[in-house]
T-cell receptor
Framework: KAGVTQTPRYLIKTRGQQVTLSCSPI?????VSWYQQTPGQGLQFLFE???????NKGNFPGRFSGRQFSNSRSEMNVSTLELGDSALYLC???????????FGPGTRLTVL | AQSVTQLDSQVPVFEEAPVELRCNYS??????LFWYVQYPNQGLQLLLK??????LVESINGFEAEFNKSQTSFHLRKPSVHISDTAEYFC?????????????FGKGTKLSVKP
């Protein structure tokens, strides 16, 4: 069974640009969560989707948004990139919202 | 709101020695507790979890953790570590009333096992 896949694995952008990251959950999983990992702030919850609906949102500015498609694949978008957005963005999927989360390898975003 | 404190940012230890990685949490509601491990350039893997029942939980690779409600702790232990255990370990909690898709993580502890 294939694991959670995230594309791209690495990304370099400049300040002011926008970026879209993609996450394909494990087949059959309907819940997808996103986290940001930085050396300073650690792992922080961004948002959670279940059946195309956002269920929870972390304390991030409105520049961070996401969505989930009918096939459970999810995307997150960051607009007007700032240097501080440089991070590893992790996606996790679970069968249900109360199930064990399986993490993908992450997308490393560098903002120059 | 919940918070998680991992008291040690780095723990160096020699191979075959015992290790304890400490985790304390703060919450006004009941929580589920988790330990995740992250190897270099990889995502997180669930090591073990406490949802209910026995307060001592074990993983398949020799780690164990004990939930102590009075001390609000969930320390991770292994009696004898291997070089391959070198990784970063994260303690996390989630509100039992909500989904487990919203995890609150500690800052992590880097375990370095030396030969």
């Amino acid at each position: 069974k294939a694991g959670v896949t995230q594309t791209p694995r690495y990304l370099i952008k400049t300040r002011g640009q926008q970026v879209t990251l993609s996450c394909s959950p494990i087949s059959g999983h309907r819940s997808v969560s996103w986290y940001q990992q930085t050396p300073g702030q650690g792992l922080q919850f961004l948002f959670e989707y279940f059946s195309e609906t956002q269920r929870n949102k972390g304390n991030f500015p409105g520049r961070f948004s996401g969505r989930q498609f009918s096939n459970s694949r999810s995307e997150m978008n960051v607009s007007t990139l700032e240097l501080g957005d440089s991070a590893l963005y992790l996606c996790a999927s679970s069968l249900l919202t109360r199930g064990e989360q399986f993490f993908g390898p992450g997308t490393r975003l560098t903002v120059l | 709101a919940q918070s998680v404190t991992q008291l040690d940012s780095q723990v160096p230890v020699f191979e075959e020695a015992p290790v304890e990685l400490r985790c304390n949490y703060s919450s006004s509601v009941s929580v589920y507790l988790f330990w995740y491990v992250q190897y270099p350039n990889q995502g997180l893997q669930l090591l073990l979890k406490y949802l209910s029942g026995s307060t001592l939980v074990e993983s398949i690779n020799g780690f164990e953790a004990e939930f102590n409600k009075s001390q609000t702790s969930f320390h991770l232990r292994k009696p004898s570590v291997h070089i391959s255990d070198t990784a970063e370990y994260f303690c996390a909690v989630s509100d039992i009333r909500g989904s487990q898709g919203n995890l609150i993580f500690g800052k992590g502890t880097k375990l370095s096992v030396k030969p």
